[in-house]
T-cell receptor, first 111, second 115 residues
Framework: TQLLEQSPQFLSIQEGENLTVYCNSS?????LQWYRQEPGEGPVLLVT?????EVKKLKRLTFQFGDARKDSSLHITAAQPGDTGLYLC???????????FGGGTRVLVKP | KAGVTQTPRYLIKTRGQQVTLSCSPISGHRSVSWYQQTPGQGLQFLFE???????NKGNFPGRFSGRQFSNSRSEMNVSTLELGDSALYLC??????????????FGSGTQLSVL
């Protein structure tokens, strides 16, 4: 069974600060997706990383896929209250037919 | 283009009852997956349907079942409800279902409370 561990589980920061969320596994994934979920809504895909060592930027968000494709990180620069939400990582199996979600990191950005 | 639509949004049932949840995928999407989300266990995969056939199944008891219709709409059923079945049930659709590098679109979910 492939497992994804996210850390920290909860993060509370002030507006303007930086934060990093980690997603780790002992398994190799063919790709890694990051989602953000707001209360009362379903997760929304932010990015998919596919290649080991890949770095993708989405405005103030930077996503990195580990060289061995077992871990990933999400870094937010100068966080804003609109970044508040539950961040989920999800790894796709080598066969590409199954998605495993991490437990999520709840981020609260206070104004 | 309408998103993934789930009905109902909220449901309250009592132990022992059964429940049916509905999901309409994005037009043109043929793959529909169902997930259970709870504070303790996070998002857990229930099953995936593609072209009316169940293609993948998670580790849930047989009380959880689903089906997909020819128009790609899907339903999931939970029989003999238990308190632990209280959760947000999320449906997600994708276009071709060929690998998870393809973008997955989630609905807003059905919040089920079992009393």
């Amino acid at each position: 069974t492939q497992l994804l561990e996210q850390s920290p589980q909860f993060l509370s920061i002030q507006e303007g600060e930086n934060l990093t969320v980690y997603c780790n596994s002992s398994s190799v994934f063919s790709s890694l997706q990051w989602y953000r979920q707001e209360p009362g809504e379903g997760p929304v895909l932010l990015v998919t990383v596919v290649t080991g060592g890949e770095v993708k930027k989405l405005k103030r968000l930077t996503f990195q896929f580990g060289d061995a494709r077992k871990d990933s990180s999400l870094h937010i620069t100068a966080a804003q209250p609109g970044d508040t939400g539950l961040y989920l990582c999800a790894g796709a199996s080598a066969a590409g037919n199954k998605l495993t979600f991490g437990g999520g990191t709840r981020v609260l950005v206070k104004p | 283009k309408a998103g993934v639509t789930q009905t109902p949004r909220y449901l309250i049932k009592t132990r022992g009852q059964q429940v049916t949840l509905s999901c309409s995928p994005i037009s043109g999407h043929r793959s529909v997956s169902w997930y259970q989300q709870t504070p303790g266990q996070g998002l857990q995969f229930l099953f995936e349907y593609f072209s009316e056939t169940q293609r993948n199944k998670g580790n849930f008891p047989g009380r959880f079942s689903g089906r997909q219709f020819s128009n790609s709409r899907s339903e999931m059923n939970v029989s003999t409800l238990e308190l632990g079945d209280s959760a947000l049930y999320l449906c997600a659709s994708r276009r071709t279902g060929t690998g998870y590098n393809e973008k997955l679109f989630f609905g807003s979910g059905t919040q089920l409370s079992v009393l």
